[in-house]
């Protein structure tokens, strides 16, 4: 499976970004993690099954919305009220499996660098 995510660049805090990520092949799953320099690489978003169950990280509820479209095997996620500390490489993933609402991908696409400046 191959994956291609598209977006990010650099917005101010306040701001709005957003990211899509094409699979060459339909998952049960897709989703979106992110790593900050220096930390570990984090849950962001996912979102599951036919009907598109969304999951979200604590720190983007409210802020950012996964989607995905089935036809296109596409996952989106819009990123709204942007603050520094969202700063990262996000990464596309696919593939894998969900336990409860931890979502562990198979497959990992590149990463695409988000910089939100204050």
């Known amino acids: 499976v191959q994956l291609q995510a598209s977006g990010g660049g650099l917005v101010q805090a306040g701001g709005s970004l957003s990211l899509s990520c094409v699979t060459s092949?339909?998952?049960?799953?897709m989703g979106w993690f992110r790593q900050a320099p220096g930390k570990e690489r984090d849950f962001v978003a996912g979102?599951?099954?036919?009907?598109?169950?969304?999951s979200y990280a604590d720190s983007v509820k409210g802020r950012f919305t996964v989607a995905r479209d089935n036809f296109k095997n596409t996952v989106f996620l819009q990123m709204n009220s942007l603050k520094p500390e969202d700063t990262a490489v996000y990464y596309c993933?696919?593939?894998?499996?969900?336990?409860?609402?931890?979502?562990?991908?198979?497959?990992w696409g590149p990463g695409t660098l988000v910089t939100v400046s204050s």
């Open positions: 993933a696919a593939g894998g499996q969900y336990t409860g609402d931890t979502y562990y991908p198979e497959y």
């Open positions: 092949t339909r998952t049960y799953a």
């Open positions: 979102i599951r099954g036919s009907g598109g169950l969304p």
